[in-house]
């Protein structure tokens, strides 16, 4: 059977690409809160812990991520612990869930968030924070006023890295969310699912948006760097 | 008045400092570096925490390890200057200066913001990036912003030694306006003695992280058991007022309890006004008589209160005049000769007096 090419992106392509960005945003701004204190910690820590955790959440680095998903689908399925409290609580389940994809995203790029972080942190030293003090300011107040100003650019590498990177997953998402148009599919795995299809106008569409997409963001990144490193 | 003891360890060194300082005006706390200068200064502001401390400034508690009590910096009525100035570099100057002014409340505001500008002389510099100041400037900033908090007492840390000579010379004139014109208590970190000379009132004297000794600094400097005074630098600092111009002999002339110095014409003091002098031990010869044919025009009578000698021939006198301890350093072989006692009457003939 021969497929005529298709130039249209349908429907469920749609739904993909809105699901795509709202996955990322969540898990950027997810991760953001919940990466910028662990990064602090381990930042200024010198608990005999801090190695530990550094090479724990450097683990979705280096894993496979058919390996990250499958312990994933285990935890997150009903029998699995947090699957099965969530149910409990909520009375949905967690794999198969835009929740259940949230979880895993977020696993699968915390290096990128807490890494940029850290680094950032460390390279800002005491110095800041003990003038901030002498100046009067809450450590809150100097976090805030001080601490993000001069860690822009980390904060920045943190923030696209995090959202490209779950932009680009592919492995985690299809053990854990299968493959559920307007649920579960995002853009990577409706491309493979254009491909298995032989629908390959769509996915040259689809494909080519990633690719530009993508360069652009990285592009803007560099050139923003590149300003504020004249600056700083 | 500043009372406060510091138990405090890190690795080899070791800070144990007991002291009760009446705080007026400016305090140097002089040492070579590793003596515990700036352990010190930073537990007074909080930036370190000695396991053993205890800490008041004028009946205010900041720190009392007997019952736990920690006052963090932020809440402590302290400025502080590091050696590098630390300006905030996303922040503009007027920014920078703003910064901790707006954390205080409006009636805590001692000192207002075009004072400070004024004082420091910030004014053209306010609307520039932090970024783009020379050594001095950033220095000037760097003042400026800690006196906008309004301290009790302002806390600073080799100011001027990340800074060349030029932004040295250039930043001292400032210093000495802050301390003419504020009223707020200065300790301040220096290994240089031409430093404590030319700004200080009181002086603390550290080495190896214990007190050596403190008080005023005319009875400091001339503490003959303290390593420094043996040294070539050693000297004293006279407080007197300037009387005369001579334009002729290319002389300004000073008065100290009536008696006259000359030095060398200095026709921006006016006539009048009060001034330090430097006279350094190695500057000042003795003789039993008040002999007028000398090159030297500058003599003081004194009666001695201390004689020392060193192991190189070198015997440094310290005698009283008029209340005011001068020091002389002289061979040991013309002590000898003059056969100089504890007591003796002497005249000190100075050879060179600096204003500081």
Request: glycine fraction near 8%; charge should be neutral; aromatic fraction near 10%.
């Amino acid at each position: 059977m021969l497929v005529s090419p298709t130039f249209s992106l349908s429907a469920s392509d749609f739904d993909a690409i809105w699901l795509t960005l709202k996955l990322a945003s969540l898990t950027t701004f997810l991760l953001l809160c919940l990466g910028m204190p662990v990064a602090w910690w381990l930042a200024h820590t010198r608990s005999w812990w801090k190695t530990f955790i550094e090479a724990m959440i450097t683990l979705p680095l280096v894993l496979p991520p058919s390996v990250l998903g499958f312990y994933l689908l285990i935890t997150l399925s009903p029998n699995g612990w947090l699957g099965g409290l969530w149910r409990d609580l909520s009375g949905n389940t967690l794999a198969f869930s835009f929740t259940g994809l949230v979880i895993g995203s977020m696993i699968y790029s915390v290096p990128f968030v807490v890494q940029p972080l850290q680094n950032a942190f460390e390279a800002l030293g005491k110095r800041p924070l003990e003038v901030a003090a002498s100046l009067r300011a809450t450590p809150l107040d100097c976090f805030f006023t001080v601490v993000l100003p001069m860690c822009k650019r980390g904060l920045l590498t943190a923030i696209t890295m995090s959202f490209a990177h779950t932009v680009g997953e592919f492995g985690v998402v299809l053990m854990i969310g299968g493959n559920i148009s307007g649920k579960t599919q995002v853009i990577s795995i409706a491309i493979y699912d254009h491909v298995e299809r032989l629908e390959y106008g769509q996915a040259h569409l689809l494909s080519l948006l990633m690719l530009v997409f993508s360069f652009a963001v990285l592009l803007s990144v560099f050139l923003i760097n590149r300003r504020w490193q004249v600056r700083v | 008045m500043l009372e406060g003891c510091f138990q405090f360890a890190q690795g080899k060194f070791n800070l144990s400092i007991d002291f009760k300082i009446n705080v007026r005006g400016v305090t140097a706390i002089f040492g070579h570096s590793g003596s515990g200068k700036t352990t010190l200064l930073r537990c007074i502001a909080g930036l370190e925490r000695a396991p053993q401390g205890y800490f008041t400034l004028n009946g205010e508690c900041w720190q009392d390890e007997s019952r736990q009590f920690f006052l963090p910096t932020h809440k402590r009525p302290i400025g502080y200057v590091f050696q590098e100035a630390s300006l905030f570099p996303h922040l503009s100057v007027e920014e920078n200066l703003r910064y901790g002014q707006r954390r205080i409340p409006d009636t805590q505001h001692k000192v207002a913001f075009a004072d400070a500008v004024e004082l420091l002389g910030l004014g053209y510099l306010l609307k520039r990036g932090s970024q783009n100041l020379s050594g001095g400037e950033r220095q000037r900033v760097a003042i400026a912003r800690a006196l906008l908090t309004s301290p009790e007492l302002l806390l600073m840390d080799e100011p001027l030694s990340a800074l060349d000579d030029h932004s040295k010379t250039e930043i001292l004139p400032y210093l000495e306006k802050l301390h003419a014109e504020l009223a707020i208590p200065i300790l301040y970190i220096t290994h240089s003695l031409s430093e404590v000379m030319r700004l200080a009132d009181y002086m603390l004297v550290l080495a190896q992280g214990k007190l050596l000794s403190s008080g005023r600094l005319s009875e400091v400097l001339t503490q003959i058991d303290l390593p420094f005074v043996q040294s070539d630098e050693a000297g004293v600092v006279l407080t007197a007022t300037v009387t005369e111009h001579d334009t002729q002999y290319h002389l300004t002339y000073v008065s100290f309890h009536g008696e006259q110095l000359g030095m060398s014409l200095a026709p921006h003091l006016s006539i009048g006004s009060t001034v330090r002098v430097r006279v350094l031990a190695r500057d000042v010869s003795i003789a039993l008589i008040n002999e007028t044919h000398s090159s030297i025009l500058n003599v003081l009578h004194g009666q001695i209160t201390e004689l020392v000698k060193d192991n190189r021939g070198q015997t440094l006198v310290k005698m009283l005049v008029f209340d005011t301890p001068v020091l002389a350093k002289i061979t040991y072989k013309s002590s000898v000769l003059l056969n100089l006692q504890v007591g003796s009457w002497v005249y000190a003939r100075v050879k060179g007096v600096v204003v500081v």
